[in-house]
């Protein structure tokens, strides 16, 4: 007998053990069962003696194809062409880095367990606001210039198991297509924001939660802006990545992997062509979902806070987390003049 995704079963005598290695047998089984043949993923033939298991070499799966479909004809059908818009200068100018850390669409948290609801809804949601309180707060300052941070663990999970890339079980909301497209549209519908605004950057930091799925992420959304002249790009796999303004050099990094007392001697050699030219060095980092700043020699190192709350695991370990999001404004000569937050 053989599967389809839905279960379906198609049963065959012991003495057709021949259609097992004949295609033509196994497609006209599949019509008199009504079951589309490329529907069937595998299946047995069980004689008294023997079980043997066989592979469809024609099966597609339909999640995957209705995912890979869907993307590909949203990119096809609307990419769109954004006319460039010319700002108007000022003497005074400052750069926002907006950083919204550590989303994880995807995640579930309940309630009834953890005395907070998040879901990949919920997740969305609060990202649009706290984009939109951080722009209202920014207000009373001519922005020129917006670096957007994103990964950053985007996205909970980076297998269809739900799983972190190195395996780890998560609790998850949604399907992982599900998850990708929704944090692909608000991805756009922020950027589409800012850039309303000022001129962007979108610098893309690599994390442990989705290191391909994101990576992928960050790719289509960088396909998806390629007409857009207002928005630059750096979503290499590095990382650290390191952005300008001013006197400011920035770096970003997801945070689990170098340490904080590290990251200074490593911007000096990675960025050194514009260690010399830089009197403020700062080193945004994520990963630990709660704010901490600390001067070292040579750069000023801060983590920064989440939207999402405390799930089942992190609640039950005391792993409690303030839910907000964070932005910093920069000035060309004097560096970080203000932090901006958005409280959940």
């Not at 692909?184 to 605004?197: C, M, T």
Request: charged residues 25%; contains cysteine.
């Amino acid at each position: 007998m053989a599967e389809n995704r839905y279960s379906t079963r198609l049963r065959l005598r012991d003495d057709e053990l021949d259609v097992v290695e004949n295609y033509r047998r196994l497609k006209e089984e599949a019509k008199k069962q009504g079951i589309p043949v490329n529907e069937i993923k595998h299946g047995w033939v069980k004689s008294k003696n023997s079980s043997l298991f066989f592979k469809n070499p024609r099966f597609q799966s339909i999640e995957k194809d209705a995912f890979v479909n869907s993307l590909l004809k949203d990119l096809k059908q609307y990419s769109p062409k954004f006319p460039k818009v010319k700002r108007t200068k000022s003497k005074e100018s400052y750069c926002l880095v907006l950083d919204p850390a550590d989303i994880h669409v995807g995640k579930l948290c309940t309630a009834f367990e953890t005395g907070t609801q998040y879901n990949q809804q919920i997740a969305v949601k609060r990202v649009l606001d706290g984009v939109k309180g951080i722009l209202n707060k920014s207000q009373g300052f001519h922005i020129d210039k917006i670096i957007f941070i994103g990964g950053n663990d985007i996205l909970h999970t980076d297998t269809p198991h739900r799983k972190t890339t190195s395996g780890t079980p998560q609790d998850t909301d949604g399907m992982w297509y599900d998850n990708f497209l929704m944090a692909k549209q608000l991805y756009v519908d922020v950027l589409e924001l800012l850039i309303s605004v000022a001129d962007v950057h979108f610098v893309f930091n690599p994390s442990n939660h989705d290191y391909t799925n994101g990576f992928f992420l960050a790719d289509v959304i960088q396909t998806y802006f390629r007409n857009c002249k207002n928005i630059t790009f750096d979503c290499g796999i590095a990382h650290r990545k390191y952005s300008t303004y001013g006197n400011s050099l920035i770096g970003t990094t997801h945070g689990d992997g170098a340490k904080q007392a590290d990251l200074g001697q490593l911007m000096s050699i990675e960025a050194k062509e514009f260690w010399a030219n830089s009197e403020y060095r700062y080193f945004y980092t994520h990963h630990v979902h709660h704010k901490t700043a600390k001067d070292y020699i040579n750069v000023t190192v801060e983590s920064l806070r989440s939207p999402s709350p405390a799930d089942s695991w992190h609640h039950r370990n005391g792993y409690i987390n303030q839910a907000a999001i964070e932005g910093f404004l920069h000035s060309k000569k004097n560096g970080q003049i203000a932090r901006l937050t958005h409280y959940f």
